[in-house]
């Protein structure tokens, strides 16, 4: 089990930038990958980006250039850099953390992240 909580979200004005970061009650090291989520209003949930235990990163097309996710080991932490932000990025963003044995994600609760002058 591992509970994870997300932080950071907030009011930003397009072109701004915010820094999400997600804690988890555990280490993250065993974990076969950890990654960020987002649901829009009335929208399905997507993928934004995710990073692996050996540190390589895959992101949607579109933060690409834009969005970079990092993690710290040592304390627990992956984070989310969102620069030159869009009010297409207005969602809910979910830290996620996969389980390879057992098969199995976690999700955090979210936070809500809003794009708007």
């Known amino acids: 089990q591992v509970q994870l909580v997300e932080s950071g979200g907030g009011l930003v004005q397009p072109g701004g930038s915010l820094r999400l970061s997600c804690a988890a009650s555990?280490?993250?090291?065993?974990?076969?990958?950890m990654g960020w989520y987002r649901q829009a209003p009335g929208k399905q949930r997507e993928l934004v980006t995710t990073?692996?235990?050996?540190?390589?990163?895959n992101y949607a097309d579109s933060v690409k250039g834009r969005f970079t996710i990092s993690r710290d080991n040592a304390k627990n932490t992956v984070y989310l850099q969102m620069n030159s932000l869009k009010p297409e990025d207005t969602a809910v963003y979910f830290c996620?953390?996969?389980?390879?044995?057992?098969?199995?994600?976690?999700w955090g609760k979210g936070t809500l992240v809003t794009v708007s002058s």
């Open positions: 996620n953390a996969h389980s390879q044995v057992p098969l199995r994600d976690y």
């Open positions: 555990r280490s993250i090291v065993s974990f076969y990958g």
């Open positions: 990073i692996s235990s050996g540190g390589s990163t």
